[in-house]
């Protein structure tokens, strides 16, 4: 574990260090990572200056719900952006020498590329984290809570992009559909709470795939619209999804046969 995480910093740092070369490419990026976001911040002001609220949750709350969502995004173009490649490699046959490599495929793969847009994503959204959780009222004895959302929602939001993006080991083609598809999904899902949809989402969303531990679940703890008991579900979540991401990219590679099969 150690090999693997310093190759992993390593590969990271270098990446970082890459893009750092174009500031004007780079400050380009990261600012549309922020206008996403603060056109949600946005809608939100606009909504609630015309509803009390939104399935019993006010404004502040949605506030703290869109920002695990948007620093969830935000993370995986950090931390693991180049697993979306996987489909153009695959294709072309460039996995072969990373298979040689003295370091797991899956960590060579992530840090093949930084998407820039996540600095400003990630940082907008600790932003609006803060605010909202000042509005909410939330004070300093719920840090430890906090701190362990915004590490589970960036664990899990990566890991299910890996596994989605290893279907393309089996379905050739050089885009990452089913993750985009599920980005999608969960943009439009988890934007909202999780209590105006129909149980059938609510179970899948829970239980097959997590992505209501990314953002949902430790914010209706810790603004308490649900239990604490469910919080034990966000780390037990973070772990699950990195296994069975890792599993399936593994099964992945062992169906790979180099290009021109």
């Known amino acids: 574990m150690?090999?693997?995480?310093?190759?992993?910093?390593?590969?990271?740092v270098a990446q970082i260090r890459s893009i750092t070369e174009y500031p004007a490419d780079f400050w380009v990026m990261a600012s549309a990572g922020v206008m996403w976001n603060l056109l949600q911040f946005a809608f939100l002001t606009v909504l609630f200056n015309a509803v009390p609220d939104v399935a019993g949750w006010d404004y502040h709350e949605m506030v703290l719900l869109s920002s695990l969502l948007a620093i969830a995004g935000g993370s995986t173009a950090l931390f693991?952006?180049?697993?979306?490649?996987?489909?153009?490699?695959?294709l072309k046959g460039e996995i072969d020498?990373?298979?040689?490599?003295?370091?797991p495929v899956v960590v060579q793969m992530a840090t093949t590329h930084i998407?820039?847009?996540?600095?400003?994503?990630?940082?907008?959204?600790?932003v609006m984290f803060v605010y909202g959780w000042i509005g909410a009222g939330l004070g300093l004895a719920a840090v430890p809570v906090g701190v362990l959302a915004l590490v589970c929602t960036a664990v899990i939001e990566c890991a299910l992009v890996?596994?989605?993006?290893?279907?393309?080991?089996?379905?050739?083609?050089?885009?990452?559909?089913?993750?985009f598809m599920f980005i999608d999904l969960q943009n439009s899902a988890m934007s909202m709470p999780l209590g105006l949809f129909p149980i059938g989402v609510?179970?899948?969303t829970l239980f097959v795939v997590p992505v209501a531990f990314v953002n949902f679940v430790p914010i209706a703890v810790l603004t308490g619209h649900m239990s604490?008991?469910?919080?034990?579900?966000?780390?037990?979540?973070?772990?699950?999804?990195?296994?069975?991401?890792?599993?399936v990219y593994r099964?992945?590679?062992r169906s790979y046969d180099s290009a021109g099969n």
């Open 2 to 12: 150690r090999h693997v995480g310093g190759v992993y910093r390593r590969a990271l």
């Open 251 to 253: 099964f992945g590679l």
């Open 115 to 126: 998407g820039m847009q996540g600095f400003g994503e990630v940082g907008f959204g600790l």
């Open 228 to 247: 604490g008991w469910w919080l034990i579900g966000t780390p037990v979540a973070a772990v699950l999804a990195v296994f069975a991401a890792t599993v």
């Open 80 to 90: 693991c952006d180049g697993v979306w490649s996987t489909g153009q490699m695959v």
């Open 162 to 179: 890996t596994l989605f993006c290893s279907v393309n080991f089996w379905l050739k083609g050089p885009m990452s559909n089913f993750a």
């Open 97 to 103: 020498y990373r298979i040689t490599r003295p370091a």
């Open 202 to 204: 609510k179970l899948v």
